[in-house]
């Protein structure tokens, strides 16, 4: 028991809605919109000081349910329902703790909510998924966490030591983590500055020949545009998967474009990293995609910094899709795969070198699981789920905190930069960018950021 640990007073939430400027294609599915559930939680500590935290993220249902089974509009709508009854629950979660402990342990309520009447129709044709529980929860979990950081009047990033925290990470990660804290696995300073990996999307024109109708929005039209606009040096390119001359065309069409456009800024060394989103049907893909673009591309494939989630999430219905062969040539990262420990465990056993971490499966989830990704030294990177404004700044402060996270992806500002407008005046170095790099070195605020 400590002086500071926190208890939830009250808790309240509200949701936004954007349009893209633009569709996004990825895993053979279109986005147009974004819903952004918003948390206020206020807390109080034993020593009696109060906070407000402020917690915001993306309810991307088409990503985390996208089963087949339920309506897209009706996943939406049940993820918004789980998140409010969340936070109507929190306000009788009586219990004092850290933000860790309070939020692992409120996380052992979320099936029971999935499965409560003011979330689930008794006529809903299939049960909701761990993953869009954890992204529907995941705004009360950053509003907890920015709320006792607000708290002390401290960055929420300097609060995860043994003289905050009741438990130690072997109660989360297993005995190898005996005596240890968070602050082992993360920085007390952000980093100074990170390169932005920006989405180059499946529908995304290459070229101005590409563009089929104008925006006229002030902002770039096609990809070739964006290199110079942001200069640009990252790059994520969303594949299909199950059409392997349609992907190693793609990435070919975009080195083709990035070569041309880097030379006239003078940018001799930029990177890719290439997303299946969990289209491909085995390994065998993702060997025959290396092998076409190292023949056909080979600077492309020096480019290429890693592979996400080429096969199914789903790892225990298909544990033939190991990965060992394609990570001794790039590193295999999991993404949707990614649910809690023993998933990671199992991934590792699969043959993946390594994880992508999203603020949207919650604050606590992503800073253990960058623990544990530092423990077993695997390859780690920081995947945006389109998060604008506080959202996106949450995503960036985990890249900005974990020592081995080497970029930030950000696509709010591509595709629903309205959102980002009321923050951008507060955190320009973060949504002004101009050589390519934001400067994470702002993100020393009380709270996540």
Same mark, same amino acid.
Request: net charge negative; glycine share 8%.
């Given at each position: 028991?400590?002086?500071?640990?926190?208890?939830i007073?009250?808790?309240?939430?509200?949701?936004?809605e !954007?349009?893209?400027?633009?569709p996004?294609? !990825?895993?053979? @599915?279109?986005?147009?919109n974004v819903?952004?559930?918003?948390?206020?939680?206020?807390v109080?500590?034993?020593?009696?000081?109060?906070g407000t935290?402020?917690?915001?993220m993306?309810?991307?249902?088409?990503?985390?349910w996208?089963?087949?089974k339920?309506?897209?509009?009706?996943?939406?709508?049940?993820? *918004?329902?789980f998140g409010?009854?969340?936070?109507r629950?929190?306000?009788?979660?009586? &219990?004092?703790?850290h933000?860790?402990?309070l939020?692992?342990? !409120?996380?052992?309520?979320?099936?029971?909510?999935?499965?409560?009447?003011?979330?689930?129709?008794?006529?809903?044709?299939?049960?909701?998924p761990?993953?869009?529980?954890?992204?529907?929860a995941?705004? !009360? &979990?950053?509003?907890l966490f920015?709320?006792?950081?607000?708290?002390?009047?401290?960055?929420?990033? $300097? +609060?995860l030591?043994?003289?905050?925290?009741?438990?130690?990470?072997?109660?989360?990660?297993?005995?190898?983590f005996r005596?240890?804290?968070?602050? @082992?696995?993360?920085? @007390?300073?952000?980093?100074?500055?990170?390169? +932005?990996?920006h989405?180059?999307?499946?529908l995304?024109?290459?070229?101005?020949?590409?563009?089929?109708t104008?925006?006229?929005?002030g +902002?770039?039209?096609h990809f070739?545009?964006?290199?110079?606009y942001n200069?640009?040096?990252h790059?994520?390119?969303?594949?299909?998967g199950?059409d392997?001359?349609?992907?190693?065309?793609?990435v *070919?069409? *975009?080195? @083709?474009?990035?070569?041309e #456009?880097q030379?006239r800024?003078?940018?001799?060394?930029?990177?890719y990293s290439?997303?299946?989103? #969990?289209?491909?049907?085995?390994?065998e893909?993702v060997?025959d995609f290396?092998?076409r673009? #190292?023949?056909?591309?080979?600077k492309a494939?020096?480019?290429l910094?890693?592979?996400?989630?080429?096969?199914?999430?789903?790892l225990?219905?298909?544990?033939e $899709?190991?990965?060992?062969?394609?990570?001794?040539i790039?590193?295999?990262?999991?993404?949707?795969?990614?649910?809690d420990?023993e998933?990671?465990?199992d991934?590792r056993?699969?043959?993946?070198s390594?994880?992508a971490?999203?603020?949207?499966?919650?604050?606590?989830e992503?800073l253990?699981?960058?623990?544990?990704?530092?423990?077993?030294?695997?390859?780690l990177?920081?995947q945006?789920?389109?998060?604008?404004?506080?959202s996106f700044?949450?995503?960036?402060?985990?890249s900005?905190?974990?020592?081995?996270?080497?970029? *930030?992806?950000?696509?709010?500002?591509?595709?629903c930069?309205?959102? $980002? +407008?009321?923050?951008?005046?507060?955190?320009p170095?973060?949504?002004?960018i101009?050589?390519g790099?934001?400067?994470?070195n702002?993100?020393?605020?009380?709270g996540?950021?």
């Amino acid at each position: 028991m400590k002086s500071t640990d926190i208890q939830i007073v009250e808790a309240s939430c509200a949701t936004q809605e !954007f349009a893209y400027r633009s569709p996004m294609k !990825f895993g053979g @599915r279109i986005m147009r919109n974004v819903v952004l559930l918003d948390v206020t939680v206020k807390v109080r500590a034993r020593s009696g000081k109060t906070g407000t935290g402020f917690g915001s993220m993306t309810m991307g249902n088409i990503w985390a349910w996208p089963g087949g089974k339920t309506d897209p509009a009706d996943t939406l709508d049940t993820m *918004i329902r789980f998140g409010r009854e969340g936070v109507r629950e929190a306000e009788n979660f009586r &219990e004092f703790g850290h933000p860790l402990e309070l939020t692992y342990d !409120f996380a052992g309520r979320y099936e029971s909510f999935a499965f409560s009447r003011n979330v689930m129709a008794d006529s809903a044709p299939e049960p909701m998924p761990r993953l869009a529980q954890l992204v529907a929860a995941s705004p !009360f &979990e950053a509003a907890l966490f920015d709320a006792y950081g607000k708290m002390l009047g401290e960055n929420a990033y $300097n +609060l995860l030591s043994e003289e905050f925290c009741n438990r130690d990470l072997s109660h989360y990660l297993g005995a190898d983590f005996r005596g240890e804290y968070l602050d @082992r696995y993360t920085l @007390r300073k952000p980093k100074d500055r990170m390169p +932005l990996y920006h989405l180059v999307g499946a529908l995304d024109p290459l070229t101005g020949a590409d563009v089929e109708t104008p925006l006229n929005d002030g +902002l770039p039209e096609h990809f070739g545009q964006w290199i110079h606009y942001n200069g640009l040096t990252h790059f994520k390119i969303k594949l299909n998967g199950d059409d392997l001359d349609w992907d190693v065309d793609r990435v *070919i069409a *975009i080195d @083709r474009v990035a070569e041309e #456009e880097q030379a006239r800024r003078g940018c001799t060394q930029w990177y890719y990293s290439a997303d299946f989103n #969990e289209r491909c049907a085995n390994v065998e893909y993702v060997l025959d995609f290396f092998d076409r673009i #190292e023949q056909q591309a080979p600077k492309a494939m020096q480019r290429l910094q890693y592979v996400e989630q080429p096969t199914n999430r789903d790892l225990k219905a298909f544990p033939e $899709n190991k990965m060992h062969r394609a990570a001794k040539i790039k590193p295999v990262v999991i993404d949707e795969s990614l649910l809690d420990l023993e998933s990671f465990h199992d991934s590792r056993k699969m043959g993946y070198s390594g994880i992508a971490l999203k603020a949207c499966k919650g604050h606590g989830e992503a800073l253990l699981m960058g623990a544990a990704a530092q423990k077993y030294n695997l390859f780690l990177c920081v995947q945006d789920l389109t998060c604008p404004g506080a959202s996106f700044l949450h995503s960036a402060s985990l890249s900005a905190r974990i020592p081995t996270v080497a970029a *930030i992806e950000g696509n709010g500002r591509q595709y629903c930069p309205a959102a $980002n +407008l009321p923050w951008t005046e507060k955190y320009p170095a973060m949504f002004i960018i101009k050589d390519g790099t934001l400067g994470t070195n702002a993100l020393i605020g009380p709270g996540l950021y």
